[in-house]
Nanobody, 126 residues
Framework: QVHVVESGGGLVQAGGSLRLSCAAS????????MGWFRQAPGKEREFVATISWSGGTTYYADYVKGRFTISRDNAKNTRYLQMNSLKPEDTAVYYC???????????????????WGQGTQVTVSS
């Protein structure tokens, strides 16, 4: 059974930074593409960033480009989302999603992903 867990959320002032982590068990995480998504209250879930299984390709939503960085640590079987220059509009629950198949490409479409974590709350105060 696949289990995905996010961590690292919290409360931060505007302009601050947070690093989210995503760990997955029940599969060889290093061979799967993954994505970060977020959902703010009253809004639909939206794409944030994605990384291919090899780590060679990344895509970012325009509203986080230049501020957020997705990365991975194969030794720790973990993916990260470094978030800098945070804004109040970044406030949301952030979700880690893992591809349905191995060796996938980076993809902003949430339908590519079968395995989702429970989310971690990020709150940015003004």
């Amino acid at each position: 059974q696949v289990h995905v867990v996010e961590s690292g959320g919290g409360l931060v002032q505007a302009g601050g930074s947070l690093r989210l982590s995503c760990a997955a068990s029940g599969l060889t995480f290093n061979t799967y593409a993954m994505g970060w998504f977020r959902q703010a209250p009253g809004k639909e879930r939206e794409f944030v960033a994605t990384i291919s299984w090899s780590g060679g390709t990344t895509y970012y939503a325009d509203y986080v480009k230049g501020r957020f960085t997705i990365s991975r640590d194969n030794a720790k079987n973990t993916r990260y989302l470094q978030m800098n220059s945070l804004k109040p509009e970044d406030t949301a629950v952030y979700y880690c999603a893992v591809d349905s198949q191995r060796f996938g490409t980076a993809n902003p479409n949430p339908r590519q992903y079968d395995y989702w974590g429970q989310g971690t709350q990020v709150t940015v105060s003004s």
